[in-house]
C-alpha cells in the first residue's frame, strides 16, 4: 500500500484539485458577476449592473413598490440577437466544461480504485484511466479559459452590448470591471491545467519505472555472459591439450618403448578420456549457470 500510495501521490492531489476546480467552474458558470458595468440610469438606481453569461441584473426601485429596491433581472440567450458572441460562447464553453470535468473525475476515480482496490499500480488499465482523465481535464481547462479571457478581453476594451428596450438598460457603460465570476473562472482554469498535468505525469513515471527494471545492455549480465565463455573456452582449450597429450602418449612409440608399459599408456589415456568427459560436463553446467544469472538479472 505504501509503495502504491507514493508511486499514485500526484494523482490522488489530482483528484481533490480536480473536485476543486470542477466546483469553482460551476460557481462561476451560475454567478452573474462577470461585467461590472457602472451605469448613470434612472431605473438603475445602485449604478451598478451586473452583466453574466445568463442574465443581467441589477437593483431599482422604480420597479417595485416604493420605497423597497428589488433587483431586476433579465434573460441573456445565446441565440439573442443582441447577445454578443463571448457571452453565447461562453453560455457552451462552460456547460462542457462541467461535462469534461465530471468525466475527468470519473477516469480518475476508476485510475485510484485500481491501484488501491485491484493492485494495479502498473496495469494499463490505471495508466490508460489517468491517461483519459488528464486529457478530460485539459479540455474542461480549455472550455473555462476562453470564455473568462474572452470577457476579460471585452471588459477591458469596454465593449457595449446593444440591449432591448423593454431590458431598461443603456447600451453602453460609463465604465465597467472584471467581476468576481471572471476571477473565479481564471482560477478554476489553473486549477484544471495542474490536474491534468498530474494525471499525464503518471505515464511518464511509468516510464522511469519500466527503464529500472530493465537495466541498459551494458550491465553486469553482460558481463556474466562475456565472462563465462571465455573460462568455458579456456576450459575446453585445457581438455584439447589433455586430449592431445593423452593422444600423443597413445601414438608415439618411442614414449611407449620409453615407458616399456603398455598397461601404464592405456591407463593414461583412459585417465585423461576421463578428465575431458568431467571438464565437458564442467562447461555445460557453467552455460546454465550463465542461463539462470540472465534470466534472474532481467527479473531484478
Same mark, same amino acid.
Given at each position: ?6 508511486? !499514485? ?76 458572441? &463571448?457571452? $453565447? ?14 468525466? $475527468? ?21 490505471? $495508466? ?6 488528464? $486529457? ?14 474572452? %470577457?476579460? %478581453?471585452?471588459?477591458?476594451? %469596454? ?98 618403448? %620409453? ?25 555445460? !553446467? ?7 544469472? &540472465? ?6
Amino acid at each position: 500500500m505504501g509503495h502504491h500510495s507514493n508511486r !499514485v501521490a500526484l494523482q490522488l492531489v489530482g483528484l481533490v484539485l480536480g473536485t476543486v476546480g470542477w466546483i469553482g467552474s460551476a460557481i462561476a458558470t451560475g454567478l452573474i458577476q462577470w461585467r461590472v458595468w457602472r451605469v448613470s440610469s434612472p431605473e438603475v438606481t445602485s449604478g451598478v449592473t451586473w452583466v453574466g453569461i445568463w442574465r443581467v441584473c441589477f437593483y431599482s426601485r422604480l420597479l417595485t413598490t416604493p420605497p423597497f429596491q428589488g433587483m431586476s433581472c433579465r434573460r441573456l440567450g445565446a441565440l439573442d440577437p443582441f447577445v454578443p458572441p &463571448e457571452i $453565447g460562447v461562453g453560455q457552451g464553453l462552460m456547460l462542457a466544461a462541467m461535462v469534461w470535468g465530471a468525466l $475527468g473525475k470519473a477516469a480518475n476515480v476508476y485510475g485510484l480504485w485500481d491501484v488501491y482496490i485491484g493492485g494495479g499500480c502498473q496495469s494499463r488499465r490505471a $495508466g490508460l484511466a489517468f491517461a483519459v482523465g488528464g $486529457g478530460f481535464h485539459l479540455l474542461a481547462c480549455l472550455c473555462v479559459l476562453v470564455p473568462a479571457a474572452w %470577457n476579460l %478581453n471585452s471588459v477591458l476594451s %469596454n465593449r457595449t452590448i446593444a440591449f432591448p428596450p423593454h431590458y431598461r438598460l443603456p447600451p453602453s457603460a460609463g465604465s465597467q470591471e472584471p467581476g468576481a465570476a471572471l476571477s473565479v473562472a481564471l482560477f478554476s482554469s489553473t486549477v484544471l491545467f495542474l490536474t491534468a498535468a498530474f494525471l499525464l505525469s503518471h505515464r511518464q513515471s511509468a516510464r522511469l519505472s519500466r527503464s529500472k527494471v530493465h537495466p541498459p545492455p551494458d550491465d553486469h549480465s553482460s558481463l556474466v555472459s562475456r565472462a563465462l565463455p571465455e573460462l568455458g573456452s579456456s576450459l575446453c582449450a585445457m581438455s584439447g591439450s589433455e586430449c592431445s597429450l593423452s593422444s600423443y602418449r597413445a601414438d608415439n612409440p618411442a614414449f611407449i618403448s %620409453n615407458s616399456n608399459s603398455s598397461g601404464l599408456s592405456r591407463s593414461l589415456e583412459a585417465q585423461a578420456k576421463t578428465q575431458a568427459q568431467i571438464l565437458a560436463k564442467g562447461i555445460d !553446467v557453467l552455460q546454465s549457470i550463465q542461463k539462470v544469472l &540472465e534470466s534472474g538479472l532481467t527479473i531484478l
